[in-house]
């Protein structure tokens, strides 16, 4: 066998330069930003879906998981999957509603606060991390940009869309 073979190029193909344009950009920093987000998170027990579940009972105590779910865009059942998970670390709690006992009204549990305090310190020093390289205008700036895009998308503020793509939890 020789091991001087060059790899065969495909005809009409160019190599051509690495992608540079903005869209690529923003997903190789995006996955590159998940996944150290989730790196950091994953120390405190959580993953990142579960960190944004936390975030979101905290803002409203008290809403329903089917509320949660429509805020999330995914079917009810999936919530119940997210928060039997958060329950069973101890970081909501389900209490009957006293409007229509059946349904749950959801509740962040003292040690849900405090990992939420923790959550908050974690994610300071990730985005510090990641914009590093930019001072402060620059970081508002860019802040202020992304936000525009995200508006203009559609997405809705403060909801990853990434939870309609969640896989199943295996019990």
Do not use: C, W
């Not at 009409?12 to 930003?33: E, K, S, T």
């Not at 990730?126 to 525009?148: K, Q, V």
Request: charged share 30%; proline share 7%.
């Amino acid at each position: 066998m020789n091991s001087d073979r060059q790899p065969v190029e495909e005809p009409g193909v160019a190599a051509g330069p690495p992608p540079r344009g903005g869209a690529f950009l923003l997903a190789q920093l995006g996955a590159h930003a998940a996944g150290r987000f989730g790196e950091r998170v994953g120390k405190l027990g959580l993953a990142p879906p579960d960190v944004g579940l936390l975030r979101m009972i905290a803002m409203e105590p008290g809403r329903s998981q089917r509320a949660l779910a429509a805020d999330l865009g995914v079917v009810p059942s999936r919530v119940v999957a997210l928060i039997d998970n958060l329950e069973k670390k101890g970081f909501v709690e389900r209490r009957r509603s006293a409007e229509d006992r059946r349904h749950h009204e959801l509740y962040v549990s003292e040690d849900g606060r405090r990992v939420l305090g923790r959550v908050r310190e974690v994610a300071a020093l990730h985005e510090d991390d990641l914009f590093a390289a930019l001072d402060e205008e620059d970081r508002d700036r860019l802040t202020a940009l992304l936000g525009r895009i995200a508006e203009q998308q559609g997405l809705t503020p403060g909801v990853h869309p990434g939870y309609r793509h969640l896989p199943k939890r295996q019990g």
